[in-house]
């Protein structure tokens, strides 16, 4: 904390101290992040287990919807992490579709840091590239842990190419994984082929095919991206998936719930992923049960499950606003250290009770 002497004219007592207030933008939060794949899955994924373990509070996301926008959303994530982190904070995040063809991403974001003993917001971040990375890292966490049982795969699909399917391949392959093919679908001619010059540019290596089925795509990747932005299940064929690959079902509903019935079934967190119409929660309400679940991925990764490999195994991850606090705390520690913290002075000022 950076005290502020606020004392006023003529006064014999000193003000007390501003609380301080940092204002990170993207070019910072991506400098903290950039190159870093490797550290931020660990961070992330320790993040998730102290979740998993009972020291978090995350409460459902709370969804506004606007009926003269219908495919629009913005989405607020409150949360509270303990452990090292002890920090509160909230993730504000918006998702209008139709900003792509305007040129301008999909999601845009804030997230505020509380401070855990004062209350007091001590941060606002830029926060769709946390989001991003946030995402990316428990997905190439989850790649690992479901391969556990079974071949690694080699070869990968990515269903959907938009910037969430860009971070996950960074995140691929900044933590250890390559590839001797990578395929791509996209509804969007464009979008697959932007796709396809970022992994070129990479350095990715392997075969690169862009598919215009997504039969083919699914069929010949032992590991299935999705990363659309559909609002229902599209994919509906059981037999695309006879060779039981690897799926990171991040955008959540790809899926036919029957394709999930017939799979091994992981998710981050059961209360938060079996609501809104997720792939998971179609598959709950068609049977009325749960047994359609595995476990969550703190089961995999702590070994108390164990995913056949004689079927496809599906990690939905609902997205944890824990996992935000916990990058998000990594990046304004980081601008700390480097002294580059930007604060606004006196952000907070009617701090004397009776003026
Ligand atoms: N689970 C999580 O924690 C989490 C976190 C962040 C984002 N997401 C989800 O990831 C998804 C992708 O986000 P993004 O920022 O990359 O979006 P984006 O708009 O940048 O890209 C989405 C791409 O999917 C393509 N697409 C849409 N429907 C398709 C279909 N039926 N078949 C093939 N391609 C299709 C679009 O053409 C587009 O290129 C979103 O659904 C978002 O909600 C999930």
């Known amino acids: 904390m950076t005290a502020l002497d606020a004392t006023a004219p003529g006064s014999v007592t000193p003000g007390p101290a501003a609380p301080p207030f940092a204002v990170i933008g993207g070019a910072q939060v991506q400098q ?23 020291d978090s509070v995350n409460p459902p996301s709370c969804f506004l919807r606007f009926p003269d926008r219908p495919s629009a959303r913005i989405i607020a994530l409150p949360a509270s992490i303990g452990g090292q982190l002890r920090v509160d904070g909230v993730k504000w995040i918006s998702s209008f579709p139709e900003n792509v063809a305007a040129g301008l991403p999909r999601a845009s974001a804030v997230l505020i840091l509380n401070d855990h003993d004062t209350g007091y917001p001590f941060a606002c971040l830029e926060s769709s590239i946390i989001s991003a990375t946030r995402t990316a890292a428990l997905a190439a966490a989850a790649a690992s842990a479901l391969s556990q049982d079974r071949d690694r795969p080699v070869r990968a699909g990515f269903f959907g190419t938009g910037l969430i399917a860009r971070y996950i391949h960074t995140f691929l392959a900044g933590t250890g994984w390559s590839f001797e093919e990578i395929g791509v679908h996209d509804l ?42 559909a609002g229902q299940p599209h994919v509906t064929e059981l037999a695309w998936f006879a060779h039981n690959p690897v ?10 719930p029957e394709i999930l019935l017939a799979s091994a079934n992981v998710v981050d967190d059961v209360q938060h992923c079996l609501q809104a119409n997720t792939s998971p929660h179609l598959a709950e309400q068609l049977t009325g049960n749960r ?10 990764l702590a ?3 164990r995913l056949p490999a004689g079927r496809p195994a599906v990690f939905s991850p609902f997205g944890l606003g824990v996992l935000d606090l916990a990058v998000g705390k990594y990046v304004y520690d980081e601008a700390a250290r480097s002294g580059q913290l930007h604060l606004i002075d006196g952000f907070f000022h009617e701090l004397r009770r009776y003026g």
């Open 303 to 305: 070994g108390r499950v």
């Open 32 to 54: 903290a992040l950039q190159g870093r794949e490797r550290r931020v899955t660990e961070l992330v994924t320790a993040a998730y287990r102290l979740h998993s373990a009972g």
């Open 291 to 300: 047994d359609f679940l595995d476990g969550t991925l703190d089961d995999v």
């Open 247 to 256: 799926v990171l079902h991040v955008s959540l509903r790809d899926l036919a």
């Open 188 to 229: 969007s001619a464009s979008s697959a082929a932007g796709f396809r010059g970022y992994l070129e540019q990479s350095g990715a290596g392997g075969q690169i095919t862009v598919h215009d089925q997504p039969e083919q795509l699914i069929r010949s990747s032992d590991l299935v991206v999705f990363a659309t932005v």
